[in-house]
């Protein structure tokens, strides 16, 4: 036992928000965590045109359940495929581009009222994605930006519904 003498003037933090502050701490490390590694793969990954295409295809036949992770997995690829384009100064194949976004988050949203198999999985990949598009927003200008803006608005709202889905099971 210590000779120290307890010291009663200390505040005691409550079990309730000790737990709270536990979360709040793991939350904001693995919103931290999650976009840094998702940047590390997505520059290794340059999926072809084909590699879309096939992901389309996919998506478009799969069950119901699984439309939406498939979905949010091709609106992954083709905002980094958009980065890309803003990039390297190809603004008008970027906004082709962020509207097919827009046309998959839409699919998204109406497959959202399936059971969906992997919602968890969809909406933390929609995290990382609206993350990186907001980062690609500071590249953009002008009428560009407003289609960027538009396009992370909607995404923005789509992973609010998939957030709501992951709670409710």
């Known amino acids: 036992m210590s000779s120290l003498p307890r010291c009663s003037c200390r505040p005691q933090l409550n079990p309730r928000a000790a ?4 979360c709040l701490s793991l939350a904001s490390a693995l919103t931290l965590a999650i976009p840094a590694h998702a940047s590390a793969a997505d520059k ?7 590699a879309l295409a096939d992901l389309e295809q996919r998506a478009n036949q799969a069950k119901p359940r699984e439309q939406c992770f498939l979905y949010t997995e091709l609106v992954h ?15 008008e194949q970027a906004a082709v581009t962020l509207k097919q976004v827009n046309r998959y988050a839409h699919l998204i949203h109406l497959n959202l009222a399936h059971d969906t198999k992997q919602v968890k999985n969809a ?3 929609m995290r990382s994605t609206t993350y990186r598009l907001g980062q690609f927003l500071h590249l953009v200008n002008g009428d560009d930006q ?24």
Do not use: Y
């Open 44 to 50: 290794d990954s340059n999926p072809t045109p084909q």
């Open 77 to 91: 690829e083709m905002t980094e495929q958009a980065g890309r384009q803003i990039s390297s100064g190809e603004t």
């Open 123 to 125: 909406e933390m990949l």
């Open 19 to 22: 737990l709270l502050l536990a």
């Open 146 to 169: 407003k289609t960027v803006q538009d396009t992370l608005i909607q995404l923005d709202q789509i992973n609010e519904e998939l957030l709501t889905q992951v709670f409710q099971h």
